[in-house]
């Protein structure tokens, strides 16, 4: 019966304006010399009556090893997937600090599994045996094929809104239905022809919506 888990997607911001987020790689010696769908987000099952955020962070902290630091804002919830084994997975992305954890060194949970196959030795491998900060199209391309949409969603939630318009400062005018500055005409003694209606600084932002978007 397909399960459900919860997990954590951590990112920083890089001083460029450019963003990485953090991916584990699955361990043991099935994935060890894999790459590409060898990568995951910080998860794991639920418990029973588990609240599937609390999991989230719970599953994080003990794939690393460690207690996560806490958020600056509120954790943004990147939705549902659902993986080529019919596994259901929750996701939220949490920003990292600049003076956050190292995480060059993780040691986290556990797992015993039987290896090789159907031979009846049972092995102790960790869950993640590494982790790294990725641009979102390595991590895109390494992730369980899935877990790609995670990415997709927390770009999507830190673009900057569209269909702005950043003006200078001084007046703002509406000129035939479009916004513009309030400038003298082009020989500085008068100003443009009526049809220009001024506002006054208070009654306009700074930042102001197209028309039509």
């Not at 019919?86 to 599994?113: F, S």
Request: proline share 11%; aromatic share 6%; glycine share 10%.
């Amino acid at each position: 019966m397909p399960t459900t888990s919860a997990g954590l997607l951590p990112y920083r911001r890089l001083p460029g304006g450019g963003l990485e987020v953090l991916l584990g790689h699955m361990g043991g010696p099935f994935w060890a010399r894999k790459d590409a769908g060898a990568w995951t987000l910080l998860k794991g099952e639920l418990d029973p009556d588990e609240e599937p955020h609390a999991a989230a962070l719970r599953e994080a902290s003990e794939e690393l090893g460690m207690a996560l630091p806490p958020p600056s804002a509120p954790d943004i919830e990147l939705g549902e997937v659902r993986q080529r084994s019919g596994k259901k997975v929750l996701a939220w992305a949490r920003a990292w600090p600049e003076d956050g954890p190292d995480l060059a060194q993780i040691a986290g949970n556990t797992v015993e599994i039987e290896w090789p196959p159907r031979s009846g030795r049972r092995i102790e491998v960790p869950e993640i045996d590494r982790v790294a900060w990725l641009p979102p199209d390595d991590a895109r391309r390494l992730a369980v094929s899935a877990q790609a949409a995670f990415v997709d969603r927390l770009e999507e939630a830190l673009a900057p809104p569209c269909g702005y318009l950043t003006l200078p400062l001084g007046r703002v005018s509406v000129v035939r239905g479009s916004i513009g500055t309030d400038n003298r005409s082009p020989n500085g003694r008068g100003r443009r022809p009526s049809r220009t209606r001024s506002a006054p600084n208070s009654s306009w932002p700074r930042s102001t919506r197209r028309r039509g978007s």
